[in-house]
T-cell receptor, first 111, second 116 residues
């Protein structure tokens, strides 16, 4: 069975600073994909970044980067230069076919 | 707007009533997924379709739940004899099929169900 663990229910960061949101996963599949989604208070899920299990380099998308440590089964999201609009719930997810989500981390960016 | 759409956005119903939600995926996507998200939790997989075929159903999908995608385009999710525990956000997502795991799922805005 696949499992995603997000141990930080809430995080606070000052505007313009970087923040790391933790995600660990468990799977017996040799191939898998890891995703991060942002869910603002409006409710829709917004795709942020993807990391394939065989990708050699850590994924980056603008201010988002994924710190992928395969041996430790971790896929932490790093948001650089936080903005007020980054305040939202963030979900880590794993995919074989369906997505398996963690419980999420609520990020609050303070001005 | 070519994104995933869901209707209605909000639904309030009394316990025991039946409700039906609709999802219109991105037109060129052949895969469609339903998830349920309760307060304070991440979304949980319910079922998914490839074209009109329902390929997987979660154990969360009790006999009171049924999903269809009759023509491989839009999908409906029906809940019969609703219970208060069914109160949740129901999310629909679509993706293209293909090799590899990077077939990004695009999510709709969700339908928030409240069962009184």
């Amino acid at each position: 069975a696949q499992k995603i663990t997000q141990t930080q229910p809430g995080m606070f960061v000052q505007e313009k600073e970087a923040v790391t949101l933790d995600c660990t996963y468990d799977t017996s599949d040799p191939s898998y994909g890891l995703f991060w989604y942002k869910q603002p208070s409006s409710g829709e899920m917004i795709f942020l970044i993807y990391q394939g299990s065989y990708d050699q380099q850590n994924a980056t998308e603008g201010r988002y980067s994924l710190n992928f440590q395969k041996a430790r089964k971790s896929a932490n999201l790093v948001i650089s230069a936080s903005q007020l609009g980054d305040s939202a719930m963030y979900f880590c997810a794993m995919r074989s076919e369906k997505l398996v989500f963690g419980k999420g981390t609520k990020l609050t960016v303070n001005p | 707007d070519t994104g995933v759409s869901q209707d209605p956005r909000h639904k309030i119903t009394k316990r025991g009533q039946n409700v039906t939600f609709r999802c219109d995926p991105i037109s060129e996507h052949n895969r469609l997924y339903w998830y349920r998200q309760t307060l304070g939790q991440g979304p949980e997989f319910l079922t998914y379709f490839q074209n009109e075929a329902q390929l997987e159903k979660s154990r969360l999908l009790s006999d009171r739940f049924s999903a269809e995608r009759p023509k491989g385009s839009f999908s409906t999710l029906e809940i019969q004899r609703t219970e208060q525990g069914d109160s949740a956000m129901y999310l629909c997502a679509s993706s293209s099929s293909g090799t590899g795991y990077y077939n990004e799922q695009f999510f709709g805005p969700g339908t928030r169900l409240t069962v009184l």
